[in-house]
């Protein structure tokens, strides 16, 4: 399954394609010292920032798209903007292509309607991300050019202001937060059934009452106090599907407190790579064939998929 040209085809992707460095100075922590008029030190506390990148492969080099923002039919976004770091995934369903629609199409342009809105919204309410979810939905119903499929979606937002995390997720995308080498806090799959997450729907015509559609309201939401030195993983199932999380916790504890970005941008590239090998593994019990075998369905094996990846250690 992994030729030599696979093989080097790969490392080119993983080291080049999703290098993405952090929108803030990724030179740690820091605390500025100003004087007032009786002549004393005030310290102000820096605001916290995000070291990011972003990795990732599609599930076929010859049919998967590589672009920025979109891998397979996974989409990314990753923003900076004064109030707030933005961290996000959508992961196109990929049963759509029998119908003749473009899976990527609808996860992609979810995830531009949300750069899209946080830049001309402003002030922006980051602290509930559900309406920023649906708002971003809203726009794909209301779209001049007919989008059609559908998509699970997660969205991490670090507020500046409050040291933050605000989430929200729909379907089986998901994030870790990893502090001193335990897991502190996570999202929660939504499934319907087994393989068959939450998600956000257009259908095509004369396909309304037999897709399934998820309302963005249905999305569970949650928020989290992050400290200096946290470890922030968002990915899409491909990965989730296959590396267990003992194993991704362990990646991600080797981040923490770092602030250098190629570190960041290495563990990223080391998870997805991870992911990739052990998706195309036939005699692997993946997390996704242990679930299976809970269903009954007798299952052996990684779950081929598109993987993304995005990484992020917090510097206040």
């Known amino acids: 399954m992994h030729s030599v040209y696979g093989r080097l085809l790969s490392r080119s992707i993983i080291s080049g394609l999703y290098n993405c460095s952090s929108s803030n100075n990724s030179s740690g922590s820091s605390r500025t010292s100003v004087g007032n008029s009786s002549n004393e030190t005030v310290s102000i506390k820096s605001k916290p920032k995000l070291v990011s990148a972003v990795a990732g492969f599609p599930k ?88 059609t499929g559908s998509s699970t979606a997660c969205i991490l937002i670090l507020e500046h ?80 599907d296959n590396v267990p999380t003992p194993i991704l916790v362990a990646e991600l504890s080797k981040l923490g407190g770092v602030k250098d970005q190629l570190c960041v941008q290495q563990t990223a590239n080391s998870i997805a790579l991870m992911a990739r090998n052990l998706s195309f593994d036939g005699r692997y019990m993946s997390p996704f064939s242990q679930r299976a075998r809970d269903y009954g369905i007798r299952a052996i094996g990684g779950k081929p998929d598109d993987i993304t990846v995005l990484l992020a250690t917090v510097a206040i």
């Open 161 to 240: 202001e409050s040291n933050n995390l605000f989430t929200v997720n729909i379907g089986d995308s998901g994030f870790l937060v990893v502090r001193k080498g335990r897991v502190v806090h996570k999202s929660e799959e939504q499934q319907h059934y087994f393989n068959t997450p939450f998600q956000l729907a257009l259908p095509p015509p004369g396909h309304h009452g037999s897709a399934l559609s998820d309302s963005p309201q249905s999305a569970s939401q949650s928020q989290f106090a992050v400290q200096d030195g946290d470890v922030i993983l968002l990915a899409t199932d491909g990965v989730f």
């Open 60 to 147: 076929s080099f010859r049919s998967g798209k590589v672009r920025k923002g979109q891998i397979g039919d996974d989409a990314w976004l990753m923003k900076n903007i004064d109030s707030a770091d933005i961290l996000a995934v959508a992961d196109g369903v990929g049963g759509w292509r029998d119908y003749g629609v473009d899976p990527s199409d609808f996860s992609l342009s979810l995830m531009r309607s949300i750069e899209r809105i946080t830049t001309v919204s402003s002030p922006c309410n980051f602290r509930n991300p559900v309406d920023l979810l649906s708002a971003a939905f809203r726009e794909l119903l209301h779209s001049k050019r007919p989008i």
